[in-house]
């Protein structure tokens, strides 16, 4: 490694990659309960572990996101990060609020209000954290050099944080209660997220491709600018039925529309930069991850997300097994595929290994991406399946229609497995035995 500081992220990755696990894992118990419905409904009902499935998820990523800005800012900046105790006096207040808030779920103190469920201590926590690190890399990125990829990283921290704290706000008015909010949930995922991936995934383009930063650097200005041009207006697609007035139908489903259009120019722009690639990097499997994440985000977020954003498509398919298909790709390809793509270029790094296990950790790859594919498919059908017998004909009720979907949840429950599967391949291949060998900056072993 260059600097010394970076190997803050390694504490980072480990702590993501274990709330990885226990997001998988719970998350297959769940997909069993739409099989088994009685199953664990006095001691975890369905609702609690929905909260721990989606919670865990959120978490896991942004600290994979803080622990990929540890890693590259000094890379960036050319210079250590700002405070190395700073940096873990965040990790370990939200290490503190990710269990309380499980606790808190577990015994049924929660808010309510999905995805944002942590009790006020927990969020007042999440802010202190968030505070610390936008401080910490704020302050590295100031003494050092400035670049196009910290300057896209900071924009999009800085707005996950500043969007979280509409979260701290809750209306009686339960149509007002949503727009705040989807400020937070849909700003997060469709706004300021893309800035971070876009952000990361050009820094590994640039270490892996040698391609020239001013090529890379005009790629994400105009990923960014589609991103914020698309997302912010996209909101509305999410007004469509919460007692908003009628003008958000038109212009939620004109800019959401358009928001495919990011997630397209992040697949030409990797594969691109691939094809014009001046080194050949020895860490083949990052690649992979990096290729597959963009072209997963663009089906999962982009063309699954476009198939029922239109109003009057929307009016029937809205809150069905449409919607989890899409979330489930969505969040798989942009999020947590560029997670586990920066994770497996810097831990080579941080482990002071060559890139190693990359069979398996290839085939994790293929193994994740085809089940969630799978996954997304089953849950697609049987939303078409929904929507038709529940909202269509309307002739069935709620639990007569979930009846006829039995063999869509087995699928999908199988599916699960096979991802917690190539979850568990993915966490052998990054931690399992391996020979230990000093790496240069190239990721190649020094010459004998």
């Known amino acids: 490694m260059k600097y010394e500081s970076q190997k803050v992220a390694l504490a980072y990755f480990i702590v993501a990659l274990a709330l990885f696990a226990v997001q998988v894992t719970v998350g297959l118990v769940a997909g069993y309960v739409y099989v088994a419905p009685n199953f664990l409904?006095?001691?975890?009902?369905?609702?609690?572990?929905?909260?721990?499935?989606?919670?865990?998820?959120?978490?896991?990523?942004?600290?994979?996101?803080?622990?990929?800005?540890?890693?590259?800012?000094?890379?960036?900046?050319?210079?250590?990060?700002?405070?190395?105790?700073?940096?873990?006096?965040?990790?370990?207040?939200?290490v503190v609020g990710a269990l309380g808030a499980v606790v808190g779920y577990v015994f049924r103190i929660h808010e309510g209000r999905e995805f944002?469920?942590?009790?006020?201590?927990?969020?007042?926590?999440?802010?202190?954290?968030?505070?610390?690190?936008?401080?910490?890399?704020?302050?590295?990125?100031?003494?050092?050099?400035?670049?196009?990829?910290?300057?896209?990283?900071?924009l999009g921290l800085w707005g996950i944080a500043i969007f979280f704290l509409f979260s701290l706000y809750n209306p009686s008015n339960l149509s007002v209660d949503k727009m705040y909010w989807?400020?937070?949930?849909?700003?997060?995922?469709?706004?300021?997220?893309?800035?971070v991936m876009a952000s990361i995934l050009a820094f590994l383009m640039l270490k892996m491709t040698g391609v020239d930063r001013e090529v890379i650097e005009k790629w994400?200005?105009?990923?960014?600018?589609?991103?914020?041009?698309?997302?912010?207006?996209?909101?509305?697609?999410?007004?469509?039925?919460?007692?908003?007035?009628?003008?958000?139908?038109?212009?939620?489903?004109?800019?959401?529309?358009?928001?495919?259009?990011?997630?397209?120019?992040?697949?030409?722009?990797?594969?691109n930069m691939v094809w014009k690639r001046r080194r050949e990097h020895p860490n083949n499997a990052a690649l992979l991850w990096a290729l597959g994440c963009a072209v997963l985000a663009f089906f999962g977020a982009g063309v699954w997300g476009f198939m029922h954003t239109l109003h009057g498509v929307n009016y029937y398919t809205h809150g069905t097994q449409v919607t989890a298909a899409h979330g489930h790709l969505a969040f798989f390809g942009a999020y947590v595929s560029l997670n586990l793509a920066v994770m497996t270029y810097a831990m080579p790094y941080l482990l002071g290994r060559q890139p190693y296990n990359q069979v398996l950790n290839m085939l994790s790859f293929w193994v994740m991406s085809s089940a969630m594919a799978f996954m997304t498919f089953t849950l697609t059908f049987a939303g078409v399946v929904q929507t038709h017998l529940q909202r269509v004909l309307g002739q069935l009720d709620f639990m007569q229609v979930q009846e006829q979907m039995t063999l869509f949840y087995v699928l999908r429950l199988g599916s699960g497995l096979v991802v917690v599967i190539g979850a568990l391949m993915y966490l052998w291949s990054i931690f399992g035995p391996a020979k230990p060998e000093l790496i240069t900056r190239e990721g190649a072993a020094p010459a004998e």
């Open 116 to 154: 944002l469920e942590q009790p006020l201590w927990v969020k007042l926590g999440i802010v202190v954290g968030a505070l610390i690190f936008l401080f910490n890399v704020s302050m590295t990125v100031l003494k050092g050099r400035k670049t196009a990829i910290t300057n896209v990283l900071l």
């Open 220 to 271: 994400l200005y105009a990923i960014v600018a589609l991103s914020l041009f698309t997302g912010i207006l996209g909101t509305g697609h999410h007004y469509y039925w919460i007692g908003t007035p009628s003008y958000w139908q038109w212009i939620g489903s004109i800019f959401s529309s358009l928001e495919v259009l990011p997630f397209f120019a992040m697949v030409l722009f990797t594969f």
């Open 41 to 94: 409904s006095e001691l975890l009902p369905f609702n609690i572990l929905r909260m721990l499935h989606t919670n865990s998820l959120i978490v896991w990523l942004l600290l994979g996101f803080f622990g990929a800005a540890y890693y590259l800012v000094p890379e960036e900046s050319e210079t250590e990060i700002h405070s190395v105790k700073l940096a873990y006096i965040q990790l370990l207040i939200l």
């Open 182 to 195: 989807w400020y937070v949930v849909h700003l997060w995922v469709e706004g300021v997220w893309e800035l």
